[in-house]
Every structure is written in structure tokens, then in C-alpha cells.
């Protein structure tokens, strides 16, 4: 099993909603993540879980707000959204161990697109 | 710094010409190297990767070499397929301890006509 499940998979919201992105994977990985991708736009880095515990915050607004409930599990809840959050949300995982064995690669879920309007 | 770039696209190839995607980087270390490929209203498919250098990857017909005498990982195909339209994205990996910050070039779109 080497997938990264993403649900749901298209979501339209209104900017008092409150609504929640899941991802969800069973390879064993310990590092998980979210990104933000804008039309033909590269995705941007805005948060890193290792072990459950979060690593990376790239400066991102807090009307996203993440939650690693176990090694499994990614939520990315939203509250309050603007139009321009309006984006493909991609979850990742990788491994985390420093061994030879890990290439570094990101495995990535379809992505959630979301339209706030 | 670590950093991707990446030739600015789109490129349009006819079915069966031969595809170049250039790709350099600058790294500290010694990270290891990706091609990822996003289809229309998908998400990101690791397309071959390489972890050190004189390396090379290979999956699909594609195929890149890691050079770190150029700092490079260019992409080719010998003969490109209308199923290959996508865009495809360079990365490179420095390991952080605990998880991989993966740095992505700006991405090429590509567009092979029949």
C-alpha cells in the first residue's frame, strides 16, 4: 500500500465556514505534510509534521490550522477562508529515518481543491 | 541556499520528437533528485529520481542523469507520447533530520500534439 488518501476532493465553502481536509496514509511513514498549490504554480511548502509533532510553520495564516492525531492521520482544519485561499491542498508523507535507504522522496495524494467564495 | 530552476515553458512537441527539460540546482551537501509529474487535476507522481551523483533515473521512457560537475538533471524522453502532455517539476531533496523539505523548480509544462 503506497497510497497517500486525500478527502474530500473538491470542496466549496463560503468565508464563515468552518471545514476540515483529511489525509490519511498506512506506509509507515512518520513525517507528513501540507502544501498549497496556486494555478500553474509550483506547491508551497506550510507545514511539516515529524513524528506527530510539528516542525515547519512557513509563516502561513492562522486560518488554516493542522492537526497530526496519530502517525497516520493529517487534518488541515479552515475557519474564516479569503478567495485567494482558493487552491489545490496536496498532503505528503515521507519517511523520517536518516539511512541510506531513505532517497528523500515525498509520496502525494490527488489533492483537495478548494474554492472559497 | 538550496534552489531549483528550471526551463520556463510551455513546451509543444509533435507525437515522437525527442524531449529536453533542462533542470540545474544549487545544494549544500549531497541531496538526492527528483522528477515529479502532474497530470490535469491530479496530484504529483514521483516520475524517477536519483540519489547521488553520475546516477541515473529512469521510469516511463524518461530518463535523467544526476551530473554534479554541472549541477544538473535534465529530463528526456526519445519519443513523446499525447499521454506525456503534463507538467513536470524538478526537486531536490536536503535531508533535514525527521523529514524532507523538498525544493521544487518553477515547473514545464509540456504539450505533445498527434
Known amino acids: 500500500d503506497t497510497e497517500v488518501t486525500q478527502t474530500p476532493k473538491h470542496l466549496v465553502m463560503g468565508m464563515t465556514n468552518k471545514k476540515s481536509l483529511k489525509c490519511e496514509q498506512h506506509?509507515?511513514?512518520?513525517?507528513m505534510y501540507w502544501y498549497k498549490q496556486k494555478a500553474k504554480k509550483p506547491p508551497e511548502l506550510m507545514f511539516v509534521y515529524s513524528y506527530e509533532k510539528l516542525s515547519i510553520n512557513e509563516s502561513v495564516p492562522s486560518r488554516f490550522s493542522p492537526e497530526c492525531p496519530n502517525s497516520s492521520l493529517l487534518n488541515l482544519h479552515l475557519h474564516a477562508l479569503q478567495p485567494e485561499d482558493s487552491a489545490l491542498y496536496l498532503c505528503?508523507?515521507?519517511?523520517?529515518?536518516?539511512?541510506?535507504?531513505?532517497?528523500?522522496?515525498?509520496?502525494f495524494g490527488e489533492g483537495s481543491r478548494l474554492t472559497v467564495l | 541556499g538550496n534552489s531549483v530552476t528550471q526551463m520556463e515553458g510551455p513546451v509543444t512537441l509533435s507525437e515522437e520528437a525527442f524531449l529536453t527539460i533542462n533542470c540545474t540546482y544549487t545544494?549544500?551537501?549531497?541531496?538526492?533528485l527528483f522528477w515529479y509529474v502532474q497530470y490535469p487535476g491530479e496530484g504529483l507522481q514521483l516520475l524517477l529520481k536519483a540519489t547521488k551523483a553520475d546516477d541515473k533515473g529512469s521510469n516511463k521512457g524518461f530518463e535523467a542523469t544526476y551530473r554534479k560537475e554541472t549541477t544538473s538533471f535534465h529530463l528526456e524522453k526519445g519519443s513523446v507520447q499525447v499521454s506525456d502532455s503534463a507538467v513536470y517539476f524538478c526537486?531536490?531533496?536536503?535531508?533535514?533530520?525527521?523529514?524532507?523539505?523538498?525544493?521544487f523548480g518553477a515547473g514545464t509544462r509540456l504539450a505533445v500534439h498527434p
Open positions: 505528503a508523507s515521507s519517511r523520517s529515518d536518516p539511512g541510506s535507504t531513505n532517497t528523500g522522496e515525498l509520496f
Open positions: 506506509m509507515g511513514h512518520r513525517a
Open positions: 545544494a549544500t551537501g549531497y541531496p538526492s
Open positions: 526537486a531536490l531533496a536536503p535531508f533535514s533530520g525527521g523529514y524532507n523539505k523538498l525544493i
